[in-house]
């Protein structure tokens, strides 16, 4: 008797295959996980008429799941203390499992062993704080990857004869994506690191102060009267505004030669080699959201000098002055230190006069500006 399966029902049979590879374990989903591992993945690939792409997304799975640890087993097999590994696993953006949990695979282990190799050059401290961003980073990434999987289903869904066989097509598409993004985040790590490596740093000497200080412009730029918007606009369209902020501003940082440190909700930290570069970025910001009707007016505070810079964030008095002056900012406008001024040219710059600034102990004296 010959047994034939219909598109929609292949469909779901790839859509329990896909859950049972990747939702948290319950009786039902341990089964489809065993299955997957004791077949055949290629004839199941066969069977279902699905692609390359997501066989080795299952393959993949099956594998990761064919050997889990506890965190006492998976640190023993790093060669790692019990201690050590807990901290590194907190490091990477995880809650320690219970003692009993059997959660990490050989991977995991692999890539957590990597760890002695990274505190044995950069001291233990230093690792961990590697581990810290990159964790956070990933954690992000997937967010946002997540979040536009989730509104890509959503337009969709708006459309007459959107189905459950539609969403399982969405998710095969999304995993064939996932080794060109892997793939993607070595290439823009390794072109950053080129970008960014700073020749000061070889010819530190006695002049090293145990933090890593360099001369850069900070920035911050906000949107004026978000908390009132955000009371008037849906959902949606709040997204909308702070997507098309965002999208705009960052573009137009990097254009201009800098980068952004950080999005703040409807506030962009960026940082800039020199002044003068810092006050171009800030110019443009302002007369690129100037009498729009997407997106309100900004204001921007920079300041320049010193910073120190740590786990890809700057610290220090010269940010805490830059994010006292945006508060201080009419809308459209830019105030800067008033010292900020002999290092800029073919611009306004007006005195503005001493500003008493939290965090500050005397008053700054202040100047706007424009062109």
Not at 75 to 93: I, K, M, P, Q, T
Not at 351 to 359: Q, S
């Amino acid at each position: 008797m010959e047994v034939t399966d219909e598109p929609p029902k292949r469909a779901k049979k790839l859509a329990k295959i896909i859950e049972g590879l990747s939702q948290p374990s319950s009786t039902r989903v341990e089964r489809a996980r065993n299955l997957a591992a004791a077949l055949d993945l290629d004839t199941i690939a066969g069977l279902l008429g699905t692609t390359q792409g997501v066989l080795e997304a299952m393959r993949e799975s099956a594998k990761r799941e064919a050997h889990r640890y506890t965190l006492a087993e998976a640190a023993e097999r790093a060669g790692l203390s019990f201690e050590r590994f807990g901290r590194l696993n907190l490091a990477c953006g995880f809650a320690n499992p219970a003692p009993d949990e059997p959660v990490f695979t050989d991977d995991d282990i692999q890539a957590l062993r990597l760890f002695q190799a990274a505190s044995d050059f950069f001291g233990e401290d230093d690792a961990l704080q590697v581990v810290r961003v990159i964790g956070n980073s990933m954690a992000r990434c997937a967010d946002a990857f997540i979040s536009a999987f989730v509104y890509a289903i959503g337009e969709q869904s708006k459309h007459e004869g959107f189905t459950d066989d539609d969403i399982v097509a969405a998710n095969e598409t999304a995993m064939d994506l996932l080794p060109a993004a892997v793939q993607t985040m070595d290439v823009l790590l390794r072109r950053n690191i080129e970008q960014r490596t700073r020749t000061d740093a070889l010819l530190l000497g006695q002049d090293w102060g145990g933090v890593d200080t360099i001369d850069r412009a900070i920035g911050f730029c906000d949107l004026v009267g978000y908390t009132a918007l955000s009371q008037q606009l849906s959902t949606e369209e709040l997204a909308a505004v702070l997507r098309t902020f965002e999208t705009d501003a960052s573009d137009l940082i990097t254009e201009k030669g800098g980068h952004v440190v950080k999005l703040i909700g409807d506030e962009v930290m960026f940082v800039a080699t020199d002044a003068a570069g810092g006050v171009e970025i800030a110019l443009s910001l302002a007369e690129t959201f100037r009498n729009r009707k997407d997106v309100p007016p900004v204001r921007i505070g920079i300041a320049d000098g010193k910073v120190v810079t740590r786990e890809g964030d700057y610290f220090g008095p010269v940010v805490n002055l830059a994010a006292r002056l945006v508060k201080l900012a009419p809308p459209g406008g830019v105030l800067a230190p008033a010292e900020i001024g002999p290092k800029i040219a073919g611009v306004d710059v007006d005195d503005c006069g001493p500003e008493i600034l939290k965090g500050f102990d005397e008053p700054v004296d202040v100047v706007r500006i424009a062109r």
